[in-house]
């Protein structure tokens, strides 16, 4: 059988703007690979009434209720209270949460008395499954009503997410009268739009397994999900559709299941044993620091250079000012000179380069922005990928430091560098 699922969050300081609600992207993805559809997001002040009718409107259209926050001690804290009312549930007393409760705050606050009203956090809907927080104080909770599944989560993130992962995720597991079982293919180099026209056909079609596109930040991902009888039986079903994809996009195809090009290039360093270094001047430093951001990448990058100034090009990567006077910092030859220069200076295997405009307006040579010029200088020589990028000075940034990844990965892997 198939679920779907609605995302209620509840908290004024959502509707506000004050915090973005990245619970919800985090729960929809994992509620996506466990093959749970999501229709509908819903988010609500800290309002009774409000929320009322958010939920029998949820009733109405899924049998999974998912809400998020108001679990809390505070009198805004109505989630429990609301949820109970529309499903005809008292709430009582439990003992345990309370304990537990209790010992969260002798540890957190050894030397202060817990409040009274921290208690509040305790009363939960009669025979419902209790959800243990070892990550705060607001259990969850989960029960089945009016042929309906209600799960209540904490809303703090770092809380919400643990929570999702250790015990939404087994119990609604448990739901199933299969395993549902996921593969993740992670793609650069390709837009959503030409992906999905090209998979179009085939994913209309499918439907055990079944093939879902995302966009991300300049790159795309393609989720295959099965579900059989075991864990092997759909993980047979996933197979052939994850080797025709291969086979159809290539290169394109830059990991399974991974997290990200860095973390794909950063793997590969290691397991040859090179070094990398970087030289920088649009990125500003963002691809050292999206690659210093990987545990253990000590290991294998030597450092980085920002040479955002052309005369830091010159004077400590070594650029000869014949190129620059001639062809400017923005072009094809600078960035080889620059990639070369930071592979001697920093005395690494590998170094990319990064040289372009990010905007807003064009540079002084009137190049557009968005024009980047990638190197990567090897002991096998030195190659410059340009590129055009487009939607804002972030975005241009981001995706030229992907690019210096994907040479990375593809130089190691043994593809073509185009």
Same mark, same amino acid.
């Given at each position: 059988?198939?679920?779907?699922?609605?995302?209620?969050?509840?908290?004024?300081?959502?509707?506000?703007?004050?915090?973005?609600?990245?619970?919800?992207?985090?729960?929809?993805?994992?509620?996506?690979?466990?093959?749970?559809?999501?229709?509908?997001?819903?988010?609500?002040?800290?309002?009774?009434?409000?929320?009322?009718?958010?939920?029998?409107? =949820?009733?109405?259209?899924?049998?999974?209720?998912?809400?998020?926050?108001?679990?809390?001690?505070? +009198?805004?804290?109505?989630?429990?209270?609301?949820?109970?009312?529309?499903?005809?549930?008292?709430?009582?007393? @439990?003992?345990?949460?309370?304990?537990?409760?209790?010992?969260?705050?002798?540890?957190?606050?050894?030397?202060?008395?817990?409040?009274?009203?921290?208690?509040?956090?305790?009363?939960?809907?009669?025979? +419902?499954?209790?959800?243990?927080?070892?990550?705060?104080?607001?259990?969850? $909770?989960?029960?089945?009503?009016?042929?309906?599944?209600?799960?209540?989560?904490?809303?703090?993130?770092?809380?919400?997410?643990?929570?999702?992962? @250790?015990?939404?995720?087994?119990?609604?597991?448990?739901?199933?009268?299969? /395993?549902?079982?996921?593969?993740?293919?992670?793609?650069?180099?390709?837009?959503?739009?030409?992906?999905?026209?090209?998979?179009?056909?085939?994913?209309?079609?499918?439907?055990?397994?079944?093939?879902?596109?995302?966009?991300?930040?300049?790159?795309?991902?393609?989720?295959?999900?099965?579900?059989?009888?075991?864990?092997?039986?759909?993980?047979?079903?996933?197979?052939?559709?994850?080797?025709?994809?291969?086979? @159809?996009?290539?290169?394109?195809?830059?990991?399974?299941?991974?997290?990200?090009?860095? =973390?794909?290039?950063?793997?590969?360093?290691?397991?040859?044993?090179?070094?990398?270094?970087?030289?920088?001047? +649009?990125?500003?430093?963002?691809?050292?620091?999206?690659?210093?951001?990987?545990?253990?990448?000590?290991?294998?990058?030597?450092?980085? $250079?920002?040479?955002?100034?052309?005369?830091?090009?010159?004077?400590?990567?070594?650029?000869?000012?014949?190129?620059?006077?001639?062809?400017?910092?923005?072009?094809?030859? /600078?960035?080889?000179?620059?990639?070369?220069?930071?592979?001697? $200076?920093?005395? +690494?295997?590998?170094?990319?380069?990064?040289?372009?405009?990010?905007?807003?307006?064009?540079?002084?040579?009137?190049?557009?922005?968005?024009?980047?010029? #990638?190197?990567?200088?090897?002991?096998?020589?030195?190659?410059?990928?340009?590129?055009?990028?487009?939607?804002?000075?972030?975005?241009?940034?981001? #995706?030229?430091?992907? @690019?210096?990844?994907?040479?990375?990965?593809?130089?190691?892997?043994?593809?073509?560098?185009?």
């Amino acid at each position: 059988m198939s679920h779907t699922a609605e995302l209620i969050a509840v908290g004024t300081e959502l509707l506000l703007g004050n915090i973005a609600n990245t619970d919800a992207q985090m729960l929809s993805q994992g509620l996506s690979a466990l093959g749970i559809n999501v229709y509908y997001h819903t988010v609500v002040g800290d309002n009774p009434e409000r929320l009322r009718t958010a939920v029998e409107t =949820a009733k109405g259209r899924a049998d999974i209720i998912l809400t998020t926050g108001g679990l809390g001690p505070t +009198c805004d804290d109505l989630t429990k209270n609301v949820l109970a009312e529309c499903f005809g549930k008292k709430l009582v007393f @439990h003992e345990p949460s309370a304990r537990r409760i209790e010992g969260y705050f002798r540890t957190l606050h050894p030397d202060r008395p817990m409040t009274e009203n921290n208690y509040q956090q305790a009363m939960l809907p009669e025979g +419902c499954t209790v959800l243990d927080n070892d990550w705060g104080t607001a259990p969850g $909770v989960a029960f089945e009503a009016d042929g309906v599944r209600v799960i209540m989560l904490p809303g703090p993130p770092r809380e919400c997410k643990a929570m999702f992962t @250790h015990r939404v995720i087994p119990y609604l597991k448990d739901l199933s009268d299969g /395993v549902i079982a996921s593969r993740t293919l992670k793609l650069f180099g390709i837009g959503e739009s030409a992906m999905e026209a090209q998979l179009r056909e085939k994913m209309n079609a499918m439907t055990n397994p079944t093939l879902a596109p995302y966009a991300k930040e300049g790159e795309c991902e393609l989720r295959i999900t099965a579900k059989a009888d075991t864990e092997e039986a759909a993980r047979a079903l996933i197979a052939p559709v994850e080797a025709d994809l291969k086979a @159809h996009f290539g290169p394109l195809v830059y990991g399974v299941d991974v997290p990200s090009l860095e =973390a794909v290039a950063f793997a590969l360093l290691k397991e040859r044993g090179l070094t990398l270094g970087t030289a920088e001047s +649009c990125t500003g430093g963002l691809a050292a620091k999206r690659f210093t951001d990987l545990p253990g990448t000590s290991a294998v990058f030597r450092g980085g $250079v920002v040479s955002y100034a052309t005369e830091v090009k010159h004077t400590v990567l070594g650029v000869p000012q014949d190129l620059l006077d001639k062809h400017g910092a923005v072009s094809e030859p /600078v960035a080889r000179a620059m990639a070369e220069g930071a592979r001697k $200076v920093l005395g +690494c295997d590998l170094a990319l380069s990064f040289t372009g405009v990010a905007g807003p307006d064009p540079d002084e040579r009137n190049n557009p922005v968005g024009l980047v010029f #990638i190197g990567l200088a090897t002991p096998e020589g030195t190659w410059v990928r340009q590129v055009h990028l487009t939607r804002g000075r972030e975005r241009i940034r981001h #995706i030229a430091a992907s @690019h210096g990844f994907d040479l990375v990965r593809r130089y190691l892997s043994g593809l073509e560098l185009n």
